[in-house]
């Protein structure tokens, strides 16, 4: 929730002289707060308060669907000196519910910046906190978990303590939350190859579920020649067939994946089939699930672009980019029968070096694989880029397998 109500000017990279003259306030479940100055929208904004390790992207962290609902405090110390532009942004909003940073850039210098970060919160209703010790309020979502908090700023800060901790007791937890569906499409579209530097017929094909998807997924794909028809995360196995894919994906997203029932029975209709899957993200937690196994909330997350992850198949570790506080519980010595058994063996193909969380699947025996972080890694790095290759090569080889089975067939009955 947000009180768009800002009396700032979203324009003027000096607004926030004046924002910041505004006393602001952090009030996390367990009581513990944290003063500081308005930035963006004045007014209150609830949520789930989580903080993103990333020293750099910060505009690509809060226009990231999966930070829905959630109030993300930057460790980084210097927060908007950049600006923001038309071109960084991984979808069509800012969707952080609030924002937490400890020194506010004055006013942004950049060859790229169109306007500051400061004007785009208060323009697009975002209420922040700036002026606060993130290293201390970092220190104690670690020492404790993430949990549910609010920022107050303006009038809104000038209640008692003891009503402002009641309204964020008051607010949604993250458990049992469904927000795909929020943070998706109304409608299909199509991100074409040619529109993204490849030249000649797409190679192929594939329907890829909107769960919360970061632009740059997509591109990621056209840039090596796949057709990508993006569906909304309301989709069904008809829709998913009538763009006739050679390849089923599904994105990051928000919210509890125990919540995603539609979604695992849609993964299992396309399993079924034996459509080569690949899924980040959420996608690998509906993969989990589709094959029977469970998921749980972690204390504080991963959420940055500098998570330390061992791909177990060739011990290269990768840096990676990471925004999830759900993960998958599977069994990390090796392969074993997934509990629905239909689906064969499966493994954990790569692991968290921070806290032995898995960090991806892979199916031995159906042509489907996922990983937990962002190989699409805007604004990077770029360690994971093979993996969009990696299906790539799953769907050649599925398609070369059918043919040749198809031209057997078509031999023995001769």
Not at 162 to 172: G, N, P, Q
Not at 201 to 223: C, H, W, Y
Request: hydrophobic fraction near 40%; include cysteine.
């Amino acid at each position: 929730m947000t009180d768009n109500n800002a009396a700032t000017h979203p324009n003027d990279v000096d607004a926030s002289t004046a924002a910041s003259a505004a006393p602001a306030v952090l009030v996390l479940e367990d009581g513990r707060t944290f003063r500081g100055r308005s930035y963006g929208a004045t007014g209150t904004a609830l949520g789930e308060a989580v903080f993103a390790t990333g020293m750099t992207g910060y505009q690509e962290t809060i226009t990231d669907p999966s930070y829905a609902r959630q109030l993300v405090v930057q460790t980084a110390p210097h927060i908007g000196n950049t600006g923001v532009n038309s071109e960084d942004a991984e979808s069509r909003k800012i969707w952080v519910a609030g924002y937490v940073v400890r020194d506010a850039a004055r006013r942004p210098s950049n060859w790229r910046s169109e306007r500051s970060l400061d004007a785009e919160l208060v323009e697009q209703g975002i209420v922040g906190i700036q002026g606060v010790d993130t290293r201390a309020i970092t220190r104690h979502l670690r020492e404790n978990k993430t949990m549910r908090a609010g920022i107050f700023s303006g009038e809104a800060a000038k209640a008692a303590d003891s009503e402002l901790l009641a309204a964020v007791k008051a607010s949604a937890p993250m458990e049992g939350a469904r927000l795909a569906e929020e943070v998706s499409i109304d409608e299909a579209y199509v991100v074409e190859p040619k529109d993204h530097g490849w030249e000649g017929d797409a190679r192929f094909s594939i329907a890829a579920i909107d769960l919360g998807i970061k632009a740059m997924t997509p591109v990621r794909f056209a840039e090596r020649g796949v057709r990508v028809h993006v569906l909304p995360a309301t989709a069904t196995l008809e829709d998913v067939k009538a763009v006739n894919p050679d390849g089923f994906f599904m994105s990051n997203g928000p919210g509890d994946p125990a919540t995603a029932d539609a979604q695992v029975k849609l993964l299992r209709s396309v399993l079924d089939e034996k459509l080569p899957y690949f899924g980040i993200c959420f996608g690998n937690q509906i993969l989990g699930r589709a094959l029977g196994f469970g998921t749980y909330k972690l204390k504080y997350g991963h959420r940055g672009i500098n998570q330390p992850v061992m791909d177990r198949r060739t011990g290269k570790v990768e840096i990676t980019s990471q925004n999830h506080g759900f993960a998958v519980d599977a069994p990390m010595d090796g392969a074993s029968t997934a509990p629905e058994e239909r689906y064969g063996r499966v493994e954990v193909s790569h692991v968290s070096l921070n806290d032995n969380v898995v960090e991806g699947l892979s199916c031995l025996d159906i042509p489907a694989f996922s990983v937990q972080y962002h190989p699409e890694a805007a604004a990077g790095p770029h360690d994971a880029a093979y993996l969009f290759d990696r299906f790539i090569e799953l769907m050649d080889g599925t398609k070369n397998s059918a043919q040749t089975t198809s031209a057997q067939t078509s031999e023995d009955t001769k």
